[in-house]
């Protein structure tokens, strides 16, 4: 995703002044209107969006709404900046679930320290969701990038996708036996024939690659394999 | 030169023959609130002056329009007569400092975080804008189109608190807020009132700058 910020704002001082602040960080795109606003959002991705409430075509309550049911914006953070400053107004933007509530006036360092916060928290959240991590071994789930804890620090194991899928449902299911047949079912899915046999030269590929924690999988005899930390 | 208001009644007469002639301010004398409400439309007033007497048409006074004394910066002076231009200009000075430190502590936070360029850019912005957006404002309540007045003063309100205005941001606000049941009477005081103010703005920044 590109470092990008959408504002939604109409008024052009306001316009002008946040592009100050967060240009120098963030690429700003611009909209002023909510039908500006939706798409722009139908074609692009965003770091954060700043909204303010009163616009001319709508409201900017409706609009963030509108956004949270969006699976492609839902995890997006959403930041009002408005002149609307009476106790019920802000009620009801925190309650819709709006990340914050700025009021205009505001002062510059005060949105830019904000926006940052936003951005990284969400990003964290991110990596969070992305990271899975059982025993000595991490996970980028994303990125199918598999790390193993080397003394103090974590080493990159280059496996294959299917390996990692493999490793991953073992993984995620401790202590768990599973049969060849459902880590096939798991990996490869239905309908597929592999011999299961297969499972075990994988296996045995990954044990080699995650020394000296091979024996984390352990053989059930007769039946399949089982992750042991 | 500040607009001072001068609302006496017949008890109070022996006060405008003590104007003085020294004084720089500008004085308007009404000895009824129509009167004053009229001219208001027409002129700015920097400070309405009270002298603390029987109205002869008080009764007539409705509570919508005892809130515009609440607006224009007002000074009551009872029976205290022998001081009263230092008074007037001591209330005067106070109003301008005010206006004055807010719009340069607003500017000066600006500066800080961004630029001068920026800061002044601000101030351009404004000024450039805002009078257009008031015509336009007087252009709504003529067409009688309270949702575009009220959406308008909303951005005004929006604007001038931007620069750090004090009075501006309260008379906009008051505008966003009417609801139906106000006169047009009283918006279109408001929207004299708001104008006045803004011209007092743009000298503050123009001082500043």
Not at chain 1, 51 to 63: A, N, T, Y
Not at chain 2, 56 to 77: A, G, H, R, T, V
Not at chain 2, 202 to 208: F, G, R
């Amino acid at each position: 995703m590109e470092n990008k910020i959408l504002v939604v704002e109409d008024l052009f001082e306001y316009q002008r002044l946040i592009q100050v602040s967060l240009g120098l960080k963030y690429k700003i795109d611009l909209a002023e209107t909510v039908q500006d606003a939706k798409s722009k959002l139908k074609n692009n991705n965003y770091l954060l969006i700043i909204l303010d409430v009163h616009l001319p075509d709508g409201s900017g309550f409706d609009l963030c709404r509108e956004i949270q049911f969006e699976t492609r914006h839902q995890e997006t953070p959403i930041i009002f900046l408005t002149a609307k400053n009476t106790t019920s107004d802000k009620v009801l933007g925190i309650s819709i679930g709006v990340d914050d509530y700025i009021v205009k006036p505001f002062d510059p360092a005060e949105l830019v320290a904000r926006v940052d916060l936003r951005i990284m928290k969400s990003m964290k959240k991110k990596q969070i969701e992305n990271s899975f991590k059982s025993g000595p071994l991490r996970f980028e789930i994303n990125g199918l990038r598999l790390y193993v804890e080397n003394t103090n620090e974590e080493k990159k194991v280059d496996v294959t996708p299917i390996e990692f899928k493999i490793l991953l449902k073992l993984a995620q299911n401790t202590n768990c036996v599973f049969s060849r047949q459902q880590i096939l079912d798991s990996v490869w899915g239905y309908n597929i024939y592999i011999d299961d046999r297969s499972i075990d030269r994988h296996i045995s590929s990954i044990r080699k690659k995650i020394e000296p924690y091979q024996k984390i999988i352990k053989t059930v005899s007769g039946i399949g394999y089982e992750f042991k930390v | 030169m500040a607009k001072v208001f001068f609302l006496y009644d017949k008890n109070s007469l022996f006060l405008k023959d003590q104007m003085r002639e020294s004084d720089q301010n500008m004085y308007y004398y009404f000895d009824n609130v129509e009167e004053l409400f009229l001219c208001l439309f027409e002129n700015h007033c920097d400070l309405l002056v009270i002298y603390n007497l029987q109205l002869k048409d008080q009764k007539n006074i409705s509570k919508e329009l005892m809130c515009i004394f609440e607006l224009i910066p007002s000074l009551s002076i009872g029976d205290c007569t022998l001081s009263i231009y230092q008074l007037i200009n001591e209330e005067l000075e106070k109003q301008l400092f005010l206006e004055k430190k807010n719009i340069s502590t607003r500017l000066l936070l600006i500066e800080k975080s961004t630029s001068a360029d920026t800061a002044k850019e601000l101030i351009s912005i404004f000024c450039n804008q805002f009078f257009t957006n008031i015509q336009q404002l007087q252009q709504h309540l003529l067409n009688l189109d309270r949702a575009n007045l009220k959406f308008l003063a909303h951005n005004l309100k929006s604007s001038s608190a931007n620069i750090g205005a004090l009075r501006l941001p309260i008379y906009f606000s008051l505008l966003e807020g009417i609801n139906g049941f106000e006169s047009d009477f009283y918006i279109k005081l408001l929207i004299s009132i708001a104008l006045g103010e803004y011209r007092k703005v743009i000298e503050i920044v123009n001082i500043i700058l």
